[in-house]
């Protein structure tokens, strides 16, 4: 009976842990997720297209955090971030294609409108480069190895490793497909608002800009 006893006890000090972890790890995860970063201004920018380009690059993010805490769950992260030359590599590469993205964001706004005849063609071509564009986007910004490493082994049990990081990892993901799609319906919203006018070319020019200004801060570590 006591043993009985002391298990529900240690069940249900478990379950009220988890509840705390789960909280405080949605708290921090959603706080970073709302902060403007790249691929905040990315998404929005792909809202000026429509809401399914704003969708597909919101899946390509969640591709890369799949990625990203693959290699926390295997290790291999810890691998790439004790070897200081590959991961400047990554870090610098990261930040050239950040940098070529908001020069191609900049030099090209969100164009004119296009000829009725072509816009199916066009919005399937932009969708699947704005998934290809979006999981490169995180992929680019090996930083997010570091967060990932940093933030899951303070929520997750070493008995439970596995387990705590499919837990939590769908956690931060759930996270990050809200927040986007928030932002692309936000986003898509103001563009409606907008069309394809001057200040819409202008305001998808600053989102350009903000997206170099990450990439210099990344690869200045």
Same mark, same amino acid.
């Given at each position: ?7 529900? =006890?240690? *069940? ?42 704003? !969708? ?22 810890? !691998? ?51 998934? +290809? ?23 997750? +049990? ?12 769908? *956690?931060?993901?759930? =996270? ?12 898509? +919203? ?15 020019? !600053? ?15």
């Amino acid at each position: 009976m006591t043993i009985v006893t002391t298990y529900i =006890c240690q *069940l249900k000090l478990g379950k009220i842990m988890t509840l705390e972890s789960t909280l405080q790890f949605l708290a921090i995860t959603l706080f970073l997720e709302v902060t403007p970063g790249p691929g905040v201004m990315f998404i929005l920018y792909q809202s000026a297209f429509s809401f399914r380009n704003a !969708v597909a690059g919101t899946l390509g993010l969640l591709t890369s955090n799949v990625i990203w805490i693959s290699l926390v769950a295997t290790g291999l992260g810890l !691998v790439l971030t004790q070897n200081p030359s590959v991961f400047d590599a990554l870090r610098y590469a990261g930040a050239v294609y950040l940098v070529y993205l908001g020069y191609k964001i900049i030099h090209y706004g969100i164009g004119k409108p296009k000829a009725n005849d072509n816009i199916h063609a066009e919005q399937h071509k932009s969708t699947w480069s704005s998934y +290809r564009q979006g999981m490169l986007t995180s992929l680019s910004n090996p930083k997010a190895l570091l967060f990932f490493m940093a933030l899951f082994p303070q929520f997750t +049990r070493p008995e439970y490793f596995i387990e705590d990081i499919i837990y939590f990892g769908l *956690l931060k993901m759930t =996270c990050l497909a809200i927040v986007m799609i928030s932002y692309g319906i936000m986003g898509r +919203r103001m563009f409606n608002y907008m069309g394809k006018s001057t200040w819409a070319n202008t305001i998808s020019r !600053v989102f350009g800009g903000g997206i170099i200004i990450a990439a210099i801060a990344i690869a200045r570590g």
